[in-house]
């Protein structure tokens, strides 16, 4: 069966620290995305990881993407309040022949100011 | 340059009624998708249409029916609202042959009583 893992699912964490949310998934696949979702809104994309070792970084965020061991992490710098939604990754299946996306759980981030 | 716009942005229905909800994308995509979103999950595939011409089932496809009308146009029917349909539904579009992510449209917010 196809599994998309996040870990951890909930994060409470203090203005200014540092956290890695992870991302494991069980198929084949050299594309991995990040979105962020803010309450009663919709998906906005963060990252597009498109093969084995990309790094992107845009402010206090990083993701990464290690296709061999089939992970994906999201590191968050000096987290602030305004990092505070829920952050997805997204496996595209378009490598196995099927156009589509396996989301994870999701990991819903709080900062505490 | 509208991207992906869903419609209606609200409706409640009861049990047994009808409906269908309508996206639309102007960024000549290729594949188009439906994802629902219950409270404080992630999302799940419902159908999606990889090309003009061609739909497939997702995870969750059970209660429900779609029609690719035209490259733009990706319709979800509801034939007999169930309560557990009750959910938030999100068309998405993606250009698979390129190196950009899915595009998600606003969202439907429908409840059935």
């Known amino acids: 069966e196809l599994k998309v893992e996040q870990n951890p699912l909930f994060l409470s964490m203090q203005e200014g620290k540092n956290y890695t949310i992870y991302c494991n998934y069980s198929?084949?696949?050299?594309?991995l995305y990040w979105y962020r979702q803010d309450p009663g809104k919709s998906l906005e994309s963060l990252f597009v990881?498109?093969?084995?070792?990309a790094v992107k970084q845009e402010g206090r965020l990083m993701a990464s993407l290690d296709t061999k061991a089939r992970l994906s992490t999201l590191h968050i710098t000096a987290a602030v309040h305004d990092l505070s939604a829920t952050y997805f990754c997204?496996?595209?299946?378009?490598?196995?022949?099927?156009?589509?996306?396996?989301f994870g759980t999701g990991t819903r981030l709080k900062v505490l100011a | 340059n509208a991207g992906v716009t869903q419609t209606p942005k609200f409706q409640v229905l009861k049990t047994g009624q009808s409906m269908t909800l309508q996206c639309a994308q102007d960024?000549?995509?290729?594949?188009m998708y439906w994802y629902r979103q219950d409270p404080g999950m992630g999302l799940r595939l419902i159908y999606y249409?990889?090309?003009?011409?061609?739909?497939d089932k997702g995870e969750v496809p059970n209660g429900y029916n779609v029609s690719r009308l035209n490259k733009r146009e990706f319709s979800l029917r509801l034939e007999s609202a169930a309560p557990s349909q009750t959910s938030v539904y999100f068309c998405?579009?993606?250009?698979?042959?390129?190196?950009?992510?899915?595009?998600f449209g606003p969202g439907t917010r429908l409840t059935v009583l």
């Open positions: 990881l498109l093969s084995n070792g």
């Open positions: 249409s990889a090309s003009e011409g061609t739909t």
């Open positions: 998405a579009s993606w250009d698979t042959g390129g190196v950009d992510e899915q595009f």
């Open positions: 960024m000549n995509h290729n594949s």
């Open positions: 997204a496996v595209d299946m378009s490598s196995s022949g099927t156009y589509k996306y396996i």
């Open positions: 198929t084949t696949s050299d594309r």
